[in-house]
């Protein structure tokens, strides 16, 4: 089952996410060899308040939320898990 999750990150997060892009980006990678993530979407760097979205698979929405909590940016964030049809 696919899910999207629409990422805000919390207000004046910038320099403590600056330290954690390089993980991050592991971390990805990571979940796209695993097929667990299916696409990722950033939102323009000019933007003041950066957006992610993202497609990843699975059987539950808990599921899904145990797998965020995994990501190194995830204090910093606020998401939204939609079930996709």
Do not use: C
């Not at 999207?4 to 592991?26: C, H, N, P, Y």
Request: hydrophobic residues 40%; negative net charge; without cysteine.
């Amino acid at each position: 089952m696919k899910w999207m999750i629409d990422i805000t990150f919390k207000e004046g997060s910038q320099a403590e996410l600056g330290q954690l892009v390089q993980r991050e980006r592991q971390h990805v990678a990571e979940g796209k060899a695993q097929g667990l993530i299916h696409e990722l979407y950033i939102s323009s760097p000019d933007v003041s308040r950066p957006q992610v979205w993202l497609i990843v698979n699975g059987d539950t929405e808990e599921q899904v939320r145990q797998y965020l909590s995994t990501f190194p940016m995830f204090p910093y964030m606020t998401p939204t898990i939609i079930k996709l049809a």
